[in-house]
């Protein structure tokens, strides 16, 4: 079994800057991609940046203001939203996401709020 869990979320005002963080600990060797997907009400959850077998992907609303990271130790892989000049539009429950891209499997987080207002 795979355990995901998100922290860093908040209330920051428009054009501030967040970091979130999380956790992913159990089966890692299953887990080929890692991201961030957010669901603001009244929406769908989307994909906001992944990154896997070497390369990055973000979503074109986020593109030049997020960055996504990754580390690892032995038992442990991390996965970062460095979230820049934010938008109320970023305003959206972030959810972190492990996958096995090959066996359809996808492992998620709680979620963290991050609200963008003054």
């Known amino acids: 079994q795979v355990q995901v869990v998100e922290s860093g979320g908040g209330l920051v005002q428009p054009g501030g800057s967040l970091r979130l963080s999380c956790v992913v600990s159990?089966?890692?060797?299953?887990?080929?991609?890692m991201g961030w997907y957010r669901q603001a009400p009244g929406k769908q959850r989307e994909l906001v940046a992944v990154?896997?077998?070497?390369?990055?992907?973000?979503a074109d609303s986020v593109k030049g203001r997020f960055t996504i990271s990754r580390d690892s130790n032995k038992n442990r892989e991390w996965v970062y939203l460095q979230m820049n000049s934010l938008k109320p539009e970023d305003t959206a429950v972030y959810y972190c996401?492990?996958?096995?891209?090959?066996?359809?499997?996808?492992?998620w987080g709680q979620g963290t709020q991050v609200t963008v207002s003054s």
């Open positions: 159990g089966k890692l060797f299953s887990i080929n991609a």
């Open positions: 996401n492990a996958a096995n891209l090959l066996a359809g499997v996808d492992y």
């Open positions: 990154t896997g077998g070497g390369s990055t992907d973000y």
